[in-house]
């Protein structure tokens, strides 16, 4: 049996609060479009690099995300998917958003090859299959 699931709910703590971010999985195309942008060599990649990937991401990210909650502004009013794409104060937290989409995209190494293994005990610390 696969252990494909469509969606994937991850939970990020973030200036104070807990953001839940239930992602669908990048298609192939935009995969394309945003991997000449993600870093390969192992080095570092410079701040130039983050803005360049993070706009890239930013394009496709709105038609992955199926729900974002848990965040809040000063006066307790709920900040949107769209604010955070478009603050810089959130910087941090999109490319954290953005390194889950891609790493929730790709199968780990565990579930590329037959596994006996539970489905809950390969997913340990990947974020949690969420129901459709």
Not at 1 to 16: A, C, E, K, Q, W
Not at 25 to 30: A, L, N
Not at 31 to 56: C, F
Not at 65 to 91: H, M, R, W
Request: charged content about 25%.
């Amino acid at each position: 049996m696969s252990r494909f699931l469509p969606t994937v709910l991850h939970t990020i703590d973030f200036d104070g609060d807990t953001v839940s971010v239930k992602l669908r999985r990048v298609t192939r195309g935009d995969m394309l479009r945003i991997a000449p942008h993600l870093p390969t060599d192992g080095n570092e990649p410079t701040t130039e690099q983050n803005l360049i990937m993070l706009e890239e991401i930013a394009q496709v990210l709105p038609g992955y995300v199926e729900s974002f909650d848990g965040l809040v502004d000063g006066n307790g009013e709920p900040i949107t998917l769209e604010t955070v794409i478009s603050e810089a104060y959130f910087l941090e937290l999109l490319g954290e958003i953005a390194g889950l989409l891609i790493s929730s995209s790709s199968p780990t190494e565990k579930e590329g090859k037959n596994s006996d293994e539970p489905l809950a005990e390969s997913m340990a610390g990947e974020g949690t299959p969420a129901g459709n």
